[in-house]
């Protein structure tokens, strides 16, 4: 599947956009776009990739991804099924730098701004009450006239860029479009490993999904995400088994061996690694 470069379709008389999404699943390809993008997930949970980092994600989380970044909020499994009754939903603002009009983040009073549309090119995260601050605007947006809507990004942005309760996603920054070329190659590794990570995947059958040489896959998938393949596939393994643990009862052994490890020992290993706790830990956490 290719990734292309999306477009935002242009709202009649307003300068930015918001769109309201309702449906059986998110969009499931990596994309980017030039506008940047505040989303609040309301429905739905799975796997998201944003720049190079993979992340479970859930209701009530609130991203920023900024301009060009490629990004995929990937549903479970069970929102593809036929009979699934699950839906998935956000309400979304993408704008250009240029919505403001020229130099308007260059005077002194947009300087804080300005810092963080630049931080946006790694993926932002907003927790904490400043979080709760933006989804309460973004739920309110959609019924604003034009003038209100517009008062509402800039408070938004306001609350965001004083925020202390921002975390950086991936590790590269992006601040150009990738070559569609090397987007549908990344693609159809991700849309392959979101299938089958649960089963034994080898380097040379990855690989070949590529159309590369083991050597050099393991070359360009380091530059193209900043991690080895194995890293990379051990989070999307870990971040599974995290929800498994989070919402059940189920033998720690049997949630490893779903979510694609051999070894109860090496699992352990790599949850605490990734998610700096170990399993119980984790489950009693969330309780």
């Given amino acids: 599947m290719k990734a292309v470069r999306f477009v935002?379709?242009?709202?009649?008389?307003?300068?930015?956009?918001?769109?309201?999404e309702r449906s059986a699943h998110f969009y499931d390809s990596i994309h980017y776009h030039p506008e940047h993008q505040i989303t609040v997930i309301l429905k739905g949970e799975g796997t998201r990739f944003i720049g190079n980092h993979v992340e479970h994600f859930q209701p009530g989380e609130v991203y920023f991804i900024g301009r060009n970044v490629p990004h995929v909020f990937k549903c479970d499994t069970s929102y593809y099924e036929g009979n699934s009754q699950l839906e998935a939903s956000s309400i979304s603002v993408f704008f250009k730098d240029e919505t403001f009009g020229p130099q308007f983040f260059e005077i002194p009073e947009m300087a804080h701004i300005k810092r963080l549309l630049e931080l946006a090119s790694l993926g932002v995260r907003i927790d904490g009450e400043d979080r709760n601050r933006t989804v309460e605007i973004?739920?309110?947006?959609?019924?604003?006239?034009?003038?209100?809507?517009?008062?509402?990004?800039?408070?938004?942005?306001?609350?965001?860029?004083?925020?202390?309760?921002?975390?950086?996603?991936?590790?590269?920054?992006?601040?150009?479009?990738s070559k569609d070329s090397e987007n549908e190659r990344i693609n159809v590794v991700f849309q392959f490993l979101s299938k089958n990570f649960r089963e034994e995947v080898s380097l040379a059958q990855i690989?070949?999904?590529?159309?590369?040489t083991p050597n050099a896959f393991c070359r360009?998938?380091?530059?193209?995400?900043?991690?080895?393949?194995?890293?990379?596939?051990?989070?999307?393994?870990?971040?599974?088994?995290?929800?498994?643990?989070a919402g059940s009862t189920e033998n720690f052994g049997n949630i490893a061996h779903e979510c694609g490890f051999n070894s109860i020992s090496y699992f352990n290993r790599q949850f605490k690694r990734i998610m700096q706790t170990s399993p119980m830990a984790y489950r009693n956490k969330y309780r």
């Fill in 138 to 177: 973004l739920n309110s947006i959609e019924a604003q006239d034009g003038f209100q809507r517009f008062q509402s990004l800039l408070s938004i942005l306001d609350i965001c860029s004083k925020s202390d309760s921002l975390q950086t996603l991936s590790s590269v920054r992006y601040t150009s479009p």
């Fill in 8 to 20: 935002i379709p242009k709202t009649g008389g307003n300068s930015f956009r918001v769109q309201t």
């Fill in 220 to 245: 360009y998938f380091k530059q193209r995400t900043g991690k080895a393949f194995t890293v990379f596939l051990n989070e999307i393994r870990v971040e599974s088994a995290a929800k498994l643990i």
């Fill in 207 to 212: 690989a070949s999904i590529a159309n590369m």
